[in-house]
Nanobody, 121 residues
Framework: QVQLVESGGGLVQPGGSLRLSCAAS????????MGWYRQAPGKERELVAR???????NYVDSVKGRFTISRDNAKNTVYLQMNSLKPEDTAVYYC???????????????WGQGTQVTVSS
């Protein structure tokens, strides 16, 4: 059984910063790619940032230069450092991971339940 638990969301003023964390727990054999998605009301869920097992990263254009994704493999945790936040960053942020459990032979996709980020003055 796998759980992905996000933390670090909240209310912040424009120009402020937040750091989101997502810790994966369970009998995990290995984690491949990890990522952050977000969904604002009335909009489709979009990829924000992704980091693979070689620590190569990619970002949606709207957050390049402001957000940084990283991972700590020893803690099975992915982070999203968000700086210079804008009101349009307001959304529910979801983490995901492609991972393999010790009891399985294949990799599967798992999602966290999301954490609210609100950027408002």
């Amino acid at each position: 059984q796998v759980q992905l638990v996000e933390s670090g969301g909240g209310l912040v003023q424009p120009g402020g910063s937040l750091r989101l964390s997502c810790a994966a727990s369970g009998s995990i054999f290995a984690i491949n790619v990890m990522g952050w998605y977000r969904q604002a009301p009335g909009k489709e869920r979009e990829l924000v940032a992704r980091i693979d097992n070689n620590r190569f990263t990619n970002y949606v254009d709207s957050v390049k230069g402001r957000f940084t994704i990283s991972r700590d493999n020893a803690k099975n945790t992915v982070y999203l450092q968000m700086n210079s936040l804008k009101p349009e960053d307001t959304a529910v942020y979801y983490c995901n991971a492609v991972l393999r459990l010790r009891s399985n032979s294949d990799y599967k996709l798992y999602w966290g339940q999301g954490t609210q980020v609100t950027v408002s003055s």
